[in-house]
């Protein structure tokens, strides 16, 4: 198993000391809905200190094992370098909004109305509220050119930036799977290859796929995906740059907690090594709660054949039969010939088989 691999490898390194520095946030990418007079935002803050030690000498570590070269072992350096932070416990992250003339101060309330603390694996995850009235007065300000709102940590010691899209109750958008639909990961191929493709290599994109969606003018994209958070960054910078272009939207991974004092740790690691359908159900309670949003909004679902994609939308589709528009499926184990069965009432669009121990790629 790729993550438990990395995280076995890291474990060895947990009770290690760096010089410390300020503790940085990462704001992932989110969204809003309409609830009455307010918006509902859905939030996900990690905060976290950097470990540049303990990240360069197992960046040698590595290197010296599997022999890389030079760009590789950077490669890896910046794909690791979530995996080996040290996340901060017991934080309040208060935040404001860039340009807002009356310089407030907001924090994610917990049901008691006190401001969240970040967990033992340094995560703050709740609903942010705010009224349309209050939101309207902080855009005319920001003018942004893309429809994101900008906002960045005012709390003591902290130093992050987020975005933020408030999404119409009617519209179109895309659920999009990652690996093997808009990054080609070949995780059919097996867990070497997966780790090469992930740790080792530069990301290649579905060129086919990033040009369907461009047809989708006026969408916005949900990419759901069964890698762990600690990828969001390397992810979402190569799916959001101009080699790549694929549209910007928000992120929904899989919980792969590091911090060894906590259950949730070891729950995560018995679920990754005992639950094959760990991914299946984070799937579809992940884009459930997208769709129980937006029950006004249609939805193309996009994803690839090598897991359980089809599965996926499917279910999706009986649960939300009248909101599904369309399924695309990359299928990149040729289900088109030998199981149609499984891909019948999807659209799809052919790509090159991935066999098992083989990689189109060069090593």
């Known amino acids: 198993m790729l993550v438990i691999s990395v995280l076995m490898m890291l474990s060895l390194s947990f009770f290690s000391f760096d010089f410390r520095d300020d503790e940085h946030v990462i704001f992932y990418n989110a969204y809003g809905y309409s609830e009455g007079d307010e918006w ?8 976290y200190e950097y470990r540049p030690g303990t990240l360069n000498t197992t960046t040698r570590i590595v290197s010296r094992m599997r022999d890389l070269t030079d760009e590789q072992a950077q490669l890896f350096h910046e794909r690791a370098r979530d995996f080996i932070v040290d996340s901060e416990s017991r934080e309040t992250v208060l935040f404001s909004f860039d340009d807002d003339p009356e310089e407030e101060i907001f924090g994610i309330p917990d049901d008691d109305g006190n401001y969240m603390r970040s967990s033992l694996n340094g995560i703050i995850e709740g609903d942010f509220r705010i009224s349309k009235e209050r939101i309207e007065q902080i855009a005319a300000q920001q003018k942004s050119d893309d429809g994101w709102l900008t906002i960045r940590t005012v709390s003591d010691g902290h130093s992050g930036i987020g975005k933020i899209k408030l999404l119409a109750e009617e519209g179109l958008s895309v659920i999009s799977d990652v690996d093997d639909t808009i990054k080609i990961t070949e995780i059919p191929a097996g867990a070497q290859i997966v780790v090469r493709n992930t740790f080792f290599k530069e990301f290649t994109p ?19 995906s069964g890698s762990p958070w600690q990828l969001y960054r390397p992810l979402a910078e190569f799916a959001f740059s101009e080699e790549a272009g694929f549209p910007k939207g928000t992120f929904h ?19 990754l090594a005992l639950n094959e359908d760990y991914t299946y ?28 994609d089809p599965e996926v939308f499917n279910r999706i589709r009986e649960l939300y039969p009248e909101q599904v528009e369309k399924i695309y499926i990359r299928d990149v184990v040729n289900d088109r010939e030998l199981r149609p069965e499984r891909l019948e009432g999807m659209t799809v669009i052919p790509a090159p088989t991935v066999e098992y121990g083989v990689s189109q790629f060069e090593w």
Do not use: C
Request: no cysteine; net charge negative; glycine share 6%.
């Open 253 to 271: 991974m899989k919980s792969v907690t590091k911090n060894f004092l906590s259950l949730s740790t070891w729950r995560d690691l018995r679920e």
């Open 206 to 224: 579905a060129t086919e796929i990033a040009e369907l969606y461009e047809t989708y003018g006026g969408a916005f994209f949900h990419y759901v």
């Open 281 to 308: 159900d984070q799937k579809i309670e992940q884009i459930s709660e997208i769709f129980e949003h937006f029950p006004k909004r249609r939805f193309i679902l996009s994803g690839d054949s090598g897991e359980r």
């Open 40 to 47: 509902v935002i859905p939030m996900r803050i990690y905060v």
